[in-house]
C-alpha cells in the first residue's frame, strides 16, 4: 500500500522522537514493500535529498515561527497528499495537527494519528495556543480515524480528561553497537565520568533543574564528574541562554549530536537523566536503556512506565533538591549504578521497531480497508440458492 507519513520535520531525524520515529517506521515499512512517502521541511531536510532508506521525501516550504512552522507545512503536506500523493492511507504526527485529517479524509484517504503527550500541557505554549492544543486533542478520535499515542499513562489522562479511550503504540529501540570514544575526546569526556542529558532544551524537559542540582554537588562528591547537556530547540534562544549562564564549568554543551556520536556518548556515560516533566514515551529514555545505561528520571508518570523496575526516579514536585540528593546517591554508590545498567539492558530488550513497525502496518491496513464498501449484514444476503 501506499503510504504519507506527515506532521513531522521529516527524516533523516535530526531533531526529536518524532523524527526517529519516522525514519524506523519508514524503512521498515519501505522493506517491507509498502511505497512510503515522508513530508519534510526544507530548512531541516536538505532538499536536494529524494529518498532515504527507500521512503521518498517531498520538500514543502512552511513559516518558520514557532506558532506557525507544524500547522502551515502539515496543512500544506495534507493538500498535497490529497491531491498529488495519493496514498492508501496517511499517518499524521502531534495532536495539533488533528483538524488537518479532515483534509485527508474527505478525499477518501483514511488517517491515522498520533497525538504523542498531552501537547496541550507543555508550558512554552501561551493561554491561546493552549486552548488551541486541547480542542484539537479532544476532537482528534472525530477527525482522524484511529487515534493513538505511546503511552499507557498518557491514554488514562486523555480518557478522564476527554472521556474517550485511544489506541497505545509504543515507540521502539534499536541498538546500532557503536562504541567508540572519538565524540567523548573531541568534548573533552571521559567514559564513565559524566552525567548525560539529550532533548530539546525547553523548559518542560527541565535542563536547568539538572544544571542547578549539578552545581549543588562539589567536584569531590562527584567524584570528578562532569556533564554533558546535548540538545538545542529552534525557538527558545533566551532559554538556553539562561541555562548557559547558570553552568559552573563543568558542564559541556556541544549542541545536538547524532548517530555515531550520539550513541557513543549514550554509551560511555556514568548515567543517563531525563528531568522532563511531559510528554509520553520518550525515545531517548529507551534508548539510554537499550545502551545500558542507569537512568535517573522524573517521576512523571509516563516516564516511570517507560522505565519500571529498571531506573530510579527523583521528585519532580519537589524538584532540586530531590534530583539532587538521587545524584549524590549515585555518586556514592557504583555498585548501585551498575546494579541499574543490567536491568535496563533488560527492560530495553521488550521494546523492537519491528515490533512497533507491525501494529502501525496493521492500523493503516485496518482503516484502508474501513473506508472501502463495508460486508452487507447476514440478515441482507440472500441464501445460496440450491442446485440440483
Not at 512554552?124 to 488551541?132: D, M, R, S, V
Not at 564528574?225 to 540538545?231: F, P, T
Not at 541555562?243 to 549542541?255: K, L, Y
Request: aromatic share 10%.
Amino acid at each position: 500500500m501506499k503510504i504519507a507519513i506527515l506532521g513531522t520535520r521529516g527524516i533523516p531525524a535530526s531533531y526529536s522522537g518524532f523524527e526517529t520515529a519516522v525514519e524506523q517506521l519508514a524503512s521498515r515499512l519501505s522493506a517491507r514493500g509498502h511505497e512510503v512517502v515522508v513530508y519534510c521541511r526544507p530548512h531541516v531536510v536538505d532538499r536536494k535529498l529524494t529518498r532515504y532508506k527507500g521512503a521518498e521525501l517531498v520538500h514543502l516550504r512552511t513559516i518558520q515561527n514557532k506558532y506557525l512552522d507544524t500547522f502551515v507545512h502539515t496543512f500544506r503536506s495534507a493538500i498535497h497528499a490529497a491531491r498529488v500523493t495519493r496514498p492508501d492511507a496517511a499517518l499524521f504526527f502531534i495532536a495539533g495537527n488533528s483538524p488537518l485529517c479532515l483534509i485527508t479524509s474527505r478525499h477518501n484517504i483514511p488517517a491515522v494519528i498520533n497525538i504523542d503527550g498531552l501537547d496541550s500541557d507543555r508550558g512554552k505554549w501561551p493561554g491561546l495556543a493552549k486552548a488551541y492544543l486541547r480542542f484539537a486533542e479532544g476532537r482528534a478520535p472525530r477527525w482522524a480515524d484511529r487515534t493513538i499515542t505511546d503511552s499507557h499513562a498518557v491514554a488514562e489522562v486523555y480518557e478522564r480528561r476527554y472521556g474517550t479511550r485511544i489506541g497505545v503504540v509504543p515507540y521502539g529501540v534499536e541498538d546500532p553497537g557503536f562504541d567508540g570514544t572519538e565524540t567523548l575526546e573531541r568534548l573533552g569526556l571521559e567514559p564513565g565520568k559524566y552525567v548525560l542529558f539529550v532533548g530539546r532544551l525547553e523548559p518542560e524537559n527541565n535542563p536547568h533543574l539538572l544544571v542547578e542540582a549539578f552545581a549543588r554537588i562539589g567536584a569531590d562528591r562527584s567524584n570528578g564528574m562532569k556533564l554533558a547537556i546535548v540538545g538545542g530547540a529552534p525557538y527558545a534562544s533566551d532559554y538556553i541562554r539562561q541555562v548557559w549562564c547558570s553552568a559552573d564549568p563543568r558542564v559541556v554543551f556541544p549542541g545536538y549530536v547524532f548517530g555515531r556520536g550520539y550513541w557513543e556518548l549514550q554509551r560511555h556515560a556514568y548515567l543517563f537523566c531525563a528531568p522532563t516533566e511531559v510528554g509520553g514515551t520518550h525515545p531517548v529514555i529507551l534508548e539510554a536503556m537499550a545502551a545500558g545505561n542507569c537512568v535517573l528520571v522524573n517521576d512523571h508518570a509516563p516516564n516511570v512506565e517507560t522505565v519500571g523496575d529498571a531506573g530510579l526516579t527523583f521528585s519532580g514536585k519537589e524538584g532540586v533538591p530531590s534530583l539532587t540528593a538521587q545524584l549524590e546517591r549515585l555518586f556514592d554508590e557504583p555498585e548501585l549504578v551498575e546494579h541499574y545498567r543490567a536491568r535496563a539492558r533488560e527492560r530495553a530488550r521488550r521494546y523492537s521497531w519491528d515490533a512497533v513497525t507491525d501494529e502501525y502496518e496493521q492500523l493503516l491496513i485496518n482503516v484502508r480497508e474501513m473506508g472501502g464498501p463495508g460486508v452487507l449484514p447476514a440478515e441482507l444476503v440472500d441464501p445460496p440458492v440450491a442446485t440440483a
